[in-house]
């Protein structure tokens, strides 16, 4: 049976598509999906993403079992334990705990993405092992682009051209925006982190001093974890 | 002084833009905007781009110096004149006469620009003469493009990445979507046919028996005429 392989370039977008008829692989490779994809690599028990920075404050008093972060332009938000940084998703941060989190672009686009099939996570660090599962899934694929405030960004189409890469068969139909990630990706993939240089978030991650971050959320298979949404929650795939 | 050479990748994505700060560049290359443009280089006295097709109809009653044109979902509406196909914009058709043109994806994009510091239109058949009035003009350029039922095409955007390699210097700061756009354009330019044959926009209107108005389209530099909006009418520009 012929499956679509899509690509949704922006979470305004999203509306376009069927999306109860995907599986939907939502990406925000700078940084909240590739934290997230370390962070239950990591053996956290769960990571709740939430819209608003007040849902997230009102899990303070539910105990310490949960560690709240929220991101806002690329900067924690005062007043909480920690943003979207993978260095604060490290196993002695997050084993056993469950992370709350609210980002700029990342929990918007799971948010609208809640209705699909089902609803997976996607980053360099697990590429190889979520390829392996959705090459198995007997559905069509949507590729969310989390963007950039509801805008075409670079890095996730990048992702998403080398996840179509991993996956494309004669078993799926490629719309025109997977067409273009994918030869995105012909272009990027010789040295991805000098491609990347020349983003506009590149830029913007620079002025705030988190180039690390940068490179981390660009290695290749650290885990083969997939975090899945399970209700309001995201799990490990198991 | 620096200006900003945007790409809106999708008429859904246009209010993200502060539209007023911009020239735009309304694209629609299969068909409406490469039509247009032949029309006005042909000799049309304005074409007059309306939403819906009842505001077409409307100006049946005003006199035969009025040619009715409306496509939807690529497809002559019947009872009209004719629709998009560029072969009904030939000087025999249009000299002396006005347009008035609804269709699918183009008419909306203009409809949604109408408030930028100038609108006009974009094609392979006009390219070079676009250009180079570009590079003259003092202010940012938006480059938008109408795609299909308000998501991303590739031909559009091969099209932006085209004029992105002609203008671009060091006066302009490209975003995200335009350094996408002129990527596409150096995988796509060594055979613009050709690589357009994967688009699925080529694959429908092949269906519709059409590809000779594909080629048509994508002729470079027909004419030197370019069509900009004054008022609610598109005319040569001067």
Same mark, same amino acid.
């Given at each position: 049976m012929i499956k679509l392989l899509n690509v949704?370039?922006?979470?305004?977008?999203?509306?376009?598509? $069927?999306?109860?008829d995907y599986i939907v692989v939502v990406i925000d490779i700078f940084r909240a999906t590739s934290s997230i994809t370390y962070g239950i690599g990591n053996g956290a028990e769960a990571i709740i993403p939430v819209a608003e920075i007040q849902e997230c404050s009102?899990?303070?008093?539910?105990?310490?079992e949960y560690l709240l972060a929220a991101e806002r332009n690329g900067e924690v938000v005062s007043?909480?334990?920690?943003? $979207?940084?993978?260095?604060?998703?490290t196993k002695e941060k997050v084993f056993g705990k469950t992370v709350v989190l609210t980002t700029t672009n990342g929990t918007n686009a799971l948010h609208l993405s809640r209705k699909a099939k089902k609803v997976v996570i996607g980053s360099f660090l697990n590429i190889t092992s979520l390829c392996s599962w959705l090459k198995k899934q007997p559905d069509s694929i949507l590729l969310v682009c989390a963007g950039w405030k509801n805008n075409f960004n670079l890095e996730d189409t990048l992702y998403a051209g080398a996840v179509i890469e991993q996956i494309k068969s004669r078993d799926y139909v490629l719309d025109d925006p997977a067409i273009a990630a994918n030869d995105l990706y012909q272009i990027g993939k010789q040295d991805i982190v000098d491609y990347l240089k020349k983003t506009s978030h590149s830029e913007r991650l620079k002025k705030l001093g988190i180039e690390k971050d940068i490179e981390f959320c660009l290695?290749?298979?650290?885990?083969t974890a997939i975090p899945i949404l399970d209700g309001e929650k995201l799990v490990k795939l198991v």
């Open positions: 949704c370039l922006s979470p305004a977008l999203i509306p376009l598509y $069927n999306i109860e009102a899990y303070r008093e539910k105990g310490k007043g909480f334990d920690f943003g $979207n940084s993978p260095f604060s998703y290695q290749i298979d650290l885990t």
